[in-house]
């Protein structure tokens, strides 16, 4: 019998309980929700579980955290553990069930700190979500993090609302860059690694 293994596993890092202890169970606000994926992201570099990036999940109309995921990919050791990732697929366990939008339950949005990459765009369309709000978009985040996001259309968001999911952009876009500037320095100032699989390592 060949041996392959059978299982693999992506968690939140113990650091999570730290940062969310202060944070209550809803949050109407949505730039305060914004401000929260920001300093989970901030947070994420440094402790060095992955890339700058956060993201979570929410109940559109109150508020209420459903769940939220940082990237962990050089943590876990594995390339899709990126934060929408993460983040929807802890509030899929949550409710039960691989469709957020399933009947009985509350619409949801996903909030991260970037426009999705390639991987985190099809994972949202798919996830049942209702909503994403994106605190910036544009070649900023490459040019600034060196990191490929993908293949991704001009059209992206308009595929989205052609699905039935509204995307609110521009939330808190410029403390979204003064995180990636933060990452980017200490990439320059060596000892980060920068996880391109076909762009080599920083």
Not at 39 to 64: C, I
Not at 168 to 188: I, K, M, P, Q
Request: aromatic share 6%; with cysteine.
């Amino acid at each position: 019998m060949i041996d392959i293994p059978k299982e693999y596993r992506v968690a939140l890092p113990p650091w999570i309980d730290d940062e969310l202890a202060d944070v209550p169970p809803v949050v109407p606000d949505r730039e305060d929700r914004m401000r929260l994926v920001h300093r989970l992201a901030d947070r994420n570099w440094r402790e060095g579980n992955g890339g700058p990036f956060a993201a979570l999940v929410a109940e559109q109309d109150t508020g209420r955290i459903i769940s939220v995921g940082v990237n962990v990919v050089l943590a876990s050791g594995v390339s899709s553990a990126h934060a929408e990732v993460v983040a929807l697929g802890l509030a899929q366990t949550a409710t039960g069930g691989w469709d957020l939008g399933g009947e009985g339950l509350p619409a949801s949005e996903l909030v991260v700190n970037w426009r999705p990459c390639v991987q985190c765009y099809g994972a949202t369309m798919w996830s049942g979500v209702r909503g994403l709000v994106v605190a910036g978009e544009g070649p900023e985040l490459e040019e600034i993090t060196t990191f490929d996001e993908g293949p991704l259309g001009a059209d992206w968001a308009e595929q989205f609302e052609a699905r039935g999911i509204t995307v609110t952009r521009d939330v808190l876009r410029d403390e979204a860059l003064t995180v990636f500037r933060g990452y980017r320095d200490a990439v320059d100032a060596g000892g980060i690694t920068v996880y391109n699989a076909r762009g080599g390592t920083a």
